[in-house]
């Protein structure tokens, strides 16, 4: 069955960095592209980044750009987020997802991680 | 960007009774336009994409329809199970995919 697990979450202080992990599990990870998306407090999902199947073009919600750096080691079925510069309205439940479409990408996702909980915070 | 506005904010239905959505968006998408169901603590769920398919094990009772700007996620039969937060998204602008804010459908 396929699956998807994020981790590295917690508490960080503003301006400081931290790296979120995605394992993924059951499906052609290679195939796929694949979307961080968020969801703050109180707040609806907003769409973060997106990494196409091979890792050779990605793309940023303007909110992180120039912050946030999306990438994948396809051999280990892991996508990871990097977070450089995080300020207090980056904390929210970050979420990772499979875009549906498979060796090309549709924008849309069918398959979502649980999330990991980032508190930017001092 | 293209701009997604789900309305209303806050939708209270009695169980089996229909339940409809609204999602419009600032440009034109076509049909390239998704529906997700989210409940509490749990990870979304893809319900329709391009407007109007269901996904896959999605039950009947959720139909999606629209294109080009104004979009509507109809529950035909609510069920108590529906109760949850339900968000569109627009793919058809690229790079810059967008969500709706979300209705948060409640079981009167």
């Known amino acids: 069955q396929a699956h998807l697990v994020e981790s590295g979450g917690g508490v960080v202080p503003p301006g400081k960095s931290v790296t979120l992990s995605c394992e993924a599990s059951g499906f052609d990870f290679s195939s796929h592209g694949m979307h961080w998306v968020r969801r703050a407090p109180g707040k609806g999902l907003e769409w973060v980044a997106i990494?196409?199947?091979?890792?050779?073009?990605?793309y940023y919600a303007e909110s992180v750009r120039g912050r946030f750096t999306i990438s994948r080691e396809n051999p280990k079925n892991t996508l990871y987020l990097q977070m450089n510069s995080l300020r207090v309205e980056d904390t929210a439940v970050y979420y990772c997802?499979?875009?549906?479409?498979?060796?090309?990408?549709?924008?849309?996702?069918?398959?979502w991680g649980r999330g990991t909980l980032v508190t930017v915070s001092s | 960007e293209v701009v997604m506005t789900q309305s209303p904010a806050t939708l209270s239905v009695s169980p089996g009774e229909r339940a409809t959505l609204s999602c419009r968006a600032s440009?034109?998408?076509?049909?390239?336009l998704a529906w997700y169901q989210q409940k509490p603590g749990q990870a979304p769920r893809l319900l329709i994409y391009g407007a109007s398919i269901r996904a896959t094990g999605i039950p009947v009772r959720f139909s999606g329809g629209g294109s080009g700007t104004d979009f509507t996620l109809t529950i035909s039969s609510l069920q108590s199970e529906d109760s949850a937060f339900y968000y569109c998204q627009q793919y058809n602008h690229w790079p810059h995919l967008s969500f709706g804010g979300g209705t948060k459908v409640e079981i009167k």
């Open positions: 440009g034109r998408l076509g049909t390239n």
């Open positions: 997802a499979r875009d549906s479409g498979n060796k090309t990408v549709y924008g849309y996702s069918d398959l």
């Open positions: 990494i196409w199947f091979r890792g050779d073009t990605e």
